[in-house]
């Protein structure tokens, strides 16, 4: 049986919790603003130890995403969802049903994609009971997002060099990528071959070594990364990496990676900057997912050389706010919010035309044959 409770949290715009007995299904889904456009944001599956530590992450998720769609403009607004569960034991076909019955509480107003802990088969199933799902695996869908996020952020790596070294070139430079899965495995490849050095670390022993043998890269416990000297440190694992007690002991010239909530809070944006440390914002450089995401509901049809252009342009929002950082003595963090709340209030990017959604469970056959 499912039960649903809307919660009332000051500053969303929905936020809802829900249990399904039979599949062990207990999620929330927050909608933080749709000013824009419908609110489009992954589903995360975690064990979260408690109930409390999922709310506050889906809360912080879907803030985060109003600002990534308003400044990459992507037609869309803030929202995320996550499910309580280990997905190596307990995603099932059963579990992401349930979940799809959930979101059709919302018709529309949220909508799913893959994240931590799902991916797009995931999507697929939760296609057959919800047509409010996105990053299908199909021809007519926009598919796995990570390449678009990993070019995205290999772009903003470039634009953080421009403006610490006057040259958007990698030649020569130390790339230290922590986490290689989805997007940060892409990222090694692309600085690879810009001719970078990599420095490389990840909780996954054997995929740390065959990333590092295959760039010829130095792999590095995964837990006193932070303090290893290099050009450019890129967080491409789980958020709150940095810290206000991490920040002294940094040895890098600038962050620009794709892992979101990158910052344990608002004040490690000043921190950095005080320290000299270029902070490329995690909303910014890591919108080539969402930008492909979003990019299906365009009545045009889903267009991949349409979404690399528009993550292309990553490089110069990067470029510019953080010369406007510098112009203004303000942390890149804070004149990232300000040009998202800029655009909400200007309805810059809004979504016109009315999303025609696949109609439910017709994908999968497809999809298999
Ligand atoms: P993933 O789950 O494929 O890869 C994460 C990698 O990080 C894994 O190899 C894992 O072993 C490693 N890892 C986890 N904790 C670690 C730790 N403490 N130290 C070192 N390595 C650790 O995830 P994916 O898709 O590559 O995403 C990476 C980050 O980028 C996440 O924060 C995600 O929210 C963010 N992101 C991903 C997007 C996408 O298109 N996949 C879009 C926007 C943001």
């Given at each position: 049986?499912?039960?649903?409770?809307?919660?009332?949290?000051?500053?969303?715009?929905?936020?809802?919790?829900?249990?399904?007995?039979?599949?062990?299904?207990?999620?929330?889904?927050?909608?933080?603003?749709?000013?824009?456009?419908?609110?489009?944001?992954?589903?995360?599956?975690?064990?979260?130890?408690?109930?409390?530590?999922?709310?506050?992450?889906?809360?912080?998720?879907?803030?985060?995403?109003?600002?990534?769609?308003?400044?990459?403009?992507?037609?869309?607004?803030?929202?995320?969802?996550?499910?309580?569960?280990?997905?190596?034991?307990?995603?099932?076909?059963?579990?992401?049903?349930?979940?799809?019955?959930?979101?059709?509480?919302?018709?529309?107003?949220?909508?799913?994609?893959?994240?931590?802990?799902?991916?797009?088969?995931?999507?697929?199933?939760?296609?057959?009971?919800?047509?409010?799902?996105?990053?299908?695996?199909?021809?007519?869908?926009?598919?796995?997002?990570?390449?678009?996020?990993?070019?995205?952020?290999?772009?903003?790596?470039?634009?953080?060099?421009?403006?610490?070294?006057?040259?958007?070139?990698?030649?020569?430079?130390?790339?230290?990528?922590?986490?290689?899965?989805?997007?940060?495995?892409?990222?090694?490849?692309?600085?690879?071959?810009?001719?970078?050095?990599?420095?490389?670390?990840?909780?996954?022993?054997?995929?740390?070594?065959?990333?590092?043998?295959?760039?010829?890269?130095?792999?590095?416990?995964?837990?006193?990364?932070?303090?290893?000297?290099?050009?450019?440190?890129?967080?491409?694992?789980?958020?709150?990496?940095?810290?206000?007690?991490?920040?002294?002991?940094?040895?890098?010239?600038?962050?620009?990676?794709?892992?979101?909530?990158?910052?344990?809070?608002?004040?490690?944006a000043?921190?950095?900057?005080?320290?000299?440390?270029?902070?490329?914002?995690?909303?910014?450089?890591?919108?080539?997912?969402?930008?492909?995401?979003?990019?299906?509901?365009?009545?045009?049809?889903?267009?991949?050389?349409?979404?690399?252009?528009?993550?292309?342009?990553?490089?110069?929002?990067?470029?510019?706010?953080?010369?406007?950082?510098?112009?203004?003595?303000k942390s890149?963090h804070q004149i990232?919010i300000e040009?998202?709340?800029?655009?909400?209030?200007?309805?810059?990017?809004?979504?016109?035309?009315?999303?025609?959604?696949?109609?439910?469970?017709?994908?999968?056959?497809?999809?298999?044959?």
């Amino acid at each position: 049986m499912l039960t649903i409770k809307e919660l009332k949290i000051p500053g969303y715009k929905r936020v809802i919790e829900a249990n399904e007995s039979q599949s062990g299904l207990h999620c929330f889904v927050a909608i933080h603003n749709s000013t824009l456009g419908p609110a489009l944001g992954g589903t995360r599956i975690f064990p979260y130890a408690q109930r409390d530590d999922a709310l506050k992450d889906v809360l912080r998720l879907a803030e985060a995403m109003t600002y990534k769609s308003a400044i990459a403009e992507s037609g869309t607004g803030g929202g995320k969802s996550v499910i309580i569960a280990d997905p190596k034991k307990l995603k099932t076909p059963q579990l992401l049903r349930a979940f799809g019955q959930v979101i059709n509480v919302l018709e529309g107003e949220y909508i799913a994609a893959e994240d931590v802990g799902s991916n797009v088969e995931d999507m697929l199933e939760i296609h057959e009971t919800s047509p409010y799902v996105s990053a299908l695996p199909l021809d007519t869908s926009s598919g796995d997002p990570s390449r678009f996020t990993a070019w995205g952020v290999f772009k903003g790596i470039q634009a953080t060099a421009m403006k610490l070294f006057g040259s958007p070139s990698l030649k020569g430079k130390t790339i230290l990528i922590q986490g290689l899965g989805n997007v940060g495995s892409k990222v090694a490849n692309l600085v690879f071959w810009e001719g970078a050095h990599l420095i490389l670390t990840d909780i996954d022993g054997n995929r740390l070594q065959h990333q590092a043998k295959l760039y010829g890269a130095h792999a590095v416990d995964p837990h006193g990364f932070l303090k290893i000297k290099c050009d450019i440190l890129t967080p491409c694992a789980l958020g709150g990496v940095l810290t206000r007690e991490a920040i002294p002991s940094l040895r890098c010239q600038g962050i620009a990676g794709a892992a979101n909530n990158q910052l344990e809070n608002e004040e490690v944006a000043k921190l950095l900057m005080d320290a000299k440390i270029l902070y490329a914002p995690d909303f910014v450089i890591n919108a080539g997912g969402l930008i492909n995401a979003a990019s299906e509901f365009n009545h045009e049809g889903y267009d991949p050389k349409f979404v690399r252009d528009k993550v292309n342009h990553i490089y110069e929002i990067l470029l510019n706010l953080m010369t406007q950082a510098e112009k203004n003595g303000k942390s890149t963090h804070q004149i990232a919010i300000e040009i998202a709340l800029h655009n909400l209030s200007h309805l810059i990017g809004q979504r016109k035309e009315k999303i025609i959604f696949k109609p439910v469970g017709s994908q999968k056959k497809r999809a298999l044959a």
